[in-house]
């Protein structure tokens, strides 16, 4: 039985996550939503509009990520006219499911059926469902291909997307945020994820936008891979600033007269992405 806490405990656990990017952040929410939601575990006692106004209250708090708040969006349009939330709400994100689950797939075959990576070294910065798809189809050229990872600071979610693409095969040397530039002749190519595009920035982790113009200085290519679901209509400057996150997150405890400020995300110039592949024909 799905409660209203059941669906309160679900965002929190979501907001919580620091790590993960906005693919896994959406896969692990309807995970969780579709387990709650299960018949089997007895009919649900919430009721539409307190279901419509969680998910609103959600989408609010997570509007850095476009994919969150278009399954939201989603939910929050086909629940207005349902009898029942449970049933209803199993079966549209079911649908949802059956669109987008395929997506990053499908960026990374439009990505390799146009760039040639073999033999290539590649730089890769945060973290990024879409880049790990990618990589999971060309582990079989693991051999072929060298990665340079950036940590990702604050909270290090660099270092997993390193574990996972060694884990398959790949030669990976881990840096800093900043530690690459010492390694810039070595790197063909830069890939990175997006969280939202508008008509003139893409929105990534900080860091991006001095990858993107390093590698212009250099030449390089700097390739973003996301879904169509990440761009927006709306200009950059219509949308609400990003809040600080965890001060605590950079030093714990500084000296008098420090003051650690943390944001998680950038406005990268979209003229410095060389391509923007997506889940749609180049």
């Not at 690459?180 to 990534?204: H, S």
């Not at 679901?229 to 949308?239: G, N, Q, V």
């Not at 500084?254 to 650690?260: A, D, E, K």
Request: proline fraction near 5%; charged fraction near 25%.
């Amino acid at each position: 039985m799905c409660h209203v806490e059941d669906l309160k405990i679900i965002f929190t656990e979501i907001k919580s996550d620091n790590y993960s990017g906005s693919g896994n952040l959406l896969g692990n929410l309807i995970s969780d939503i579709l387990e709650c939601s299960d018949p089997e575990q007895g009919a649900s006692d919430i009721t539409v509009p307190e279901t419509i106004q969680l998910f609103s209250t959600f989408r609010d708090e997570m509007n850095d990520f476009a994919v969150i708040t278009h399954f939201c969006d989603h939910i929050i349009e086909n629940l207005k006219n349902s009898p029942e939330v449970m049933p209803d709400l199993k079966r549209l994100i079911t649908e949802y499911n059956k669109k987008w689950n395929n997506v990053n797939d499908r960026i990374a075959d439009n990505f390799i059926n146009n760039i040639n990576i073999s033999g290539k070294t590649v730089l890769l910065h945060s973290q990024s469902s879409a880049i790990i798809s990618l990589f999971k189809k060309l582990k079989e050229r693991a051999h072929e291909i060298d990665i340079i990872q950036t940590e990702s600071r604050p909270v290090l979610e660099g270092r997993k997307q390193a574990e996972e693409n060694a884990q398959m095969g790949f030669r990976v040397r881990i840096v800093t945020d900043t530690g690459f530039t010492p390694l810039l002749d070595e790197i063909d190519m830069a890939i990175l994820g997006a969280d939202r595009i508008y008509e003139d920035v893409f929105i990534n982790k900080t860091g991006s936008y001095a990858i993107a113009l390093l590698c212009r200085e250099k030449n390089i290519p700097v390739y973003v891979l996301a879904d169509s679901r990440k761009f927006l209509k709306s200009a950059i400057s219509e949308t609400q600033p990003e809040k600080p996150r965890p001060a605590g997150e950079i030093w714990n405890d500084p000296p008098q007269n420090i003051s650690p400020v943390n944001y998680y995300f950038e406005a990268v110039p979209i003229n410095l992405a060389t391509v923007i592949f997506t889940e749609k024909d180049q």
